[in-house]
């Protein structure tokens, strides 16, 4: 099966700085990865994706690129502001099933 | 349009006991995903329902069921609940599996 594997587990950066979370995906038919936040006491949401037709998407200050050679993508964070501090997954569908990775705590100093 | 919406929003229970859980996707979408958060553990897929259809499940012991109705609402279902089984249960509803998957805010289950 899938496995997703997301590092750093939990990342500080001060405020302003930039943010980069990386992860690695095993399944070479996988074509669609999507990134999401999750705040204290909710669901997680959607915030990026990208399919595997292109190799980086914006957002204003989200981006995430994509390396299918090497089957890893990133969300990248610039400008980081302390309401970005929450936990970010990635993600890896799959036949029917999305494989998520383990998570990356993300803190912005003020 | 509305979300996802999950009840109840929190659930104390014994071992042994069983529990119910319930999704309401958004309206249109047919395909409704579950997952077991946990903090060693992070989000695993439990099962996901299309049309009524199962159509993959995770690793997870049969003690844990579910089903999909014609409206697209979805239920799961543990039996014989294990003190392993506290986690937060979210469920996930998309047009089809490639599509974005929007999530419910989720049922904390917590077993004594």
């Known amino acids: 099966g899938e496995n997703v594997e997301q590092h750093p587990s939990t990342l500080s950066v001060q405020e302003g700085d930039s943010a980069v979370i990386k992860c690695t995906y095993s399944?070479?038919?996988?074509?669609?990865f999507p990134w999401y936040k999750q705040e204290l006491g909710k669901g997680p949401q959607l915030i990026i994706d990208?399919?595997?037709?292109?190799g980086e998407k914006k957002d204003q200050r989200i981006a995430v690129t994509l390396n299918k050679t090497a089957k890893h993508f990133s969300l990248h964070i610039t400008e980081t502001q302390p309401e970005d501090s929450a936990v970010y997954f990635c993600a890896a569908p799959a036949l029917h099933k999305v494989t998520f990775g383990i998570g990356t705590k993300l803190q912005v100093i003020p | 349009k509305a979300g996802v919406t999950q009840t109840p929003r929190y659930l104390i229970k014994t071992r042994g006991q069983q529990v119910t859980l319930s999704c309401s996707p958004i309206?249109?979408?047919?395909?409704v995903s579950w997952y077991q958060q946990t903090p060693g553990q992070g989000l695993q897929f439990l099962f996901e329902y299309f049309s009524e259809t199962q159509r993959n499940k995770g690793n997870f012991p049969g003690r844990f069921s579910g089903r999909q109705f014609s409206n697209s609402r979805s239920e799961m279902n543990v039996s014989t609940l294990e003190l392993g089984d506290s986690a937060l249960y979210l469920c996930?509803?998309?047009?089809?599996?490639?599509?974005?998957?929007?999530f419910g805010p989720g049922t904390r289950l917590t077993v004594l």
């Open positions: 990208i399919r595997s037709n292109v």
């Open positions: 399944d070479s038919a996988s074509n669609y």
């Open positions: 309206s249109g979408h047919r395909s």
């Open positions: 996930a509803s998309s047009g089809d599996y490639l599509d974005t998957q929007y």
